[in-house]
């Protein structure tokens, strides 16, 4: 990994924290940051401690908000293409991430800053968290992902509103949508995150990793070949250590210690 200017990675356990920081400019994603958040998901990918990875921004105003407009600005149309290529990749990354990944959301998630939350498996956000997608406003449509994300997650109507209007929604109308899923004060953000990350990460790592492959997986197949691809994957789980000792733990009335194979 290249040095890093505005992300970093902090650990709690096995759980990695990755951070974007460019407070200056509420951690707006210029293509440099991008490329980073780009560099630590790949680092992460091949770490096997890593049972979680949570999504955050520094500072008290924002998680992201948004690509960066002066870097926009600048843009034509066959670097635009680029530009929303590259933002693209790596959503996509996060979205395919093989351990969960958490958005844990406080301030501003607008434009790129909300499709990045919408890339993440999970979100939770602050009482003071705002999302939205400002693009139209702008004269540009959402280009990392955002106009099939939202409406997947949030269903079709809210997310062309949304979408449409560029309106900011509050974290409690956030909940009531789906986008997020708790409210929490902002300062127990972080340790709330980690909280629901545990709730996840006590159970079998092979079978969350194999879960999340079949649930994104479905986004993009038949109903069909979906069914199919569960059952291979409900089978190879069989196999699994994991699978034995998450039975034998039921029946001897304990918990299950898994080592993840
Ligand atoms: N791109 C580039 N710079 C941004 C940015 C973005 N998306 N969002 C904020 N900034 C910069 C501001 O230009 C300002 O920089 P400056 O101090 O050098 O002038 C700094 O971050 C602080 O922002 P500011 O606007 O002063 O804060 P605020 O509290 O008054 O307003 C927002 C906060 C989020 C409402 C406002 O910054 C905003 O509307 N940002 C753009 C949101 C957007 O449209 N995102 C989608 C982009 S596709």
């Not at 709330?192 to 479905?218: C, D, H, W, Y």
């Not at 291979?232 to 918990?255: C, H, I, N, P, V």
Request: glycine share 12%; charged share 25%.
């Amino acid at each position: 990994m290249s040095d890093l200017s505005h992300v970093r990675v902090e650990w709690d356990g096995d759980i990695a924290v990755v951070v974007i920081d460019r407070q200056e400019k509420l951690n707006a994603l210029n293509a440099d940051v991008v490329r980073e958040i780009g560099e630590v998901f790949a680092d992460l990918r091949n770490d096997d401690q890593v049972r979680g990875v949570i999504l955050t921004g520094a500072g008290d105003k924002a998680f992201v908000a948004g690509a960066d407009i002066g870097e926009l600005a600048q843009m034509d149309s066959i670097s635009g293409v680029e530009t929303s290529r590259a933002g693209q990749d790596v959503f996509l990354a996060i979205e395919r991430f093989p351990k969960p990944v958490l958005a844990a959301v406080g301030g501003y998630a607008l434009g790129g800053g909300c499709e990045l939350a919408l890339a993440c498996h999970l979100r939770i956000a602050a009482e003071d968290a705002r999302f939205g997608l400002p693009e139209v406003g702008l004269g540009i449509i959402p280009g990392y992902g955002g106009t099939i994300r939202l409406a997947r997650l949030v269903g079709l109507g809210k997310a062309v509103e949304l979408t449409l209007t560029g309106d900011m929604i509050k974290a409690p109308d956030a909940l009531t949508a789906g986008l997020v899923s708790a409210v929490v004060p902002r300062e127990e953000l972080m340790d709330q995150a980690k909280a629901f990350m545990r709730r996840i990460t006590k159970n079998g790592p092979v079978a969350v990793r194999l879960a999340l492959e079949s649930i994104f997986r479905a986004m993009d197949s038949t109903m069909g070949d979906s069914l199919d691809y569960e059952s291979s994957l409900f089978g190879l789980l069989a196999s699994t250590d994991d699978m034995k000792e998450g039975m034998a733990a039921f029946l001897e009335k304990r918990k299950p210690d898994f080592e993840g194979r």
